[in-house]
């Protein structure tokens, strides 16, 4: 089994910045792909960025690459989000994923396992 866990949700003001942390605990072998999602209060989860164990490649949500930053820690199977010129659009529940397949996968039901999520809060 694997446990993911994400943190440093916080309240922002628009334009600051914030990191995410997530890490995956136990059968790590079973996390070779990870990625960050997000929810909005009356919207579906969307996908913002994916990040593979090995080569390290990445893939971004296409609106988000040019202030979204994904990267890997493989040593400690933790995986963080570097969010900067935050926006009001930007608030969310930021929700960590992981699974075996090693493609970069965008959708949320190719991930088998999930964190409980962070908030993100971004006053104007």
Not at 111 to 119: A, E, F, I, K
């Amino acid at each position: 089994q694997v446990q993911v866990v994400e943190s440093g949700g916080d309240l922002v003001q628009a334009g600051g910045s914030l990191r995410l942390s997530c890490v995956a605990n136990g059968r790590t072998f079973a996390t070779d792909v990870m990625a960050w999602f997000r929810q909005a209060p009356g919207k579906d989860r969307e996908f913002v960025a994916a990040v593979s164990r090995g080569l390290g490649d990445t893939k971004y949500a296409d609106s988000l690459y040019t202030r979204f930053t994904i990267s890997r820690d493989v040593d400690k199977n933790r995986i963080y989000l570097q969010m900067y010129d935050l926006k009001p659009e930007d608030t969310a529940r930021y929700y960590c994923a992981a699974d075996p397949k090693s493609a970069l996968m965008t959708t949320t039901g190719e991930y088998t396992y999930w964190g409980q999520g962070t908030q993100v809060t971004v006053s104007s």
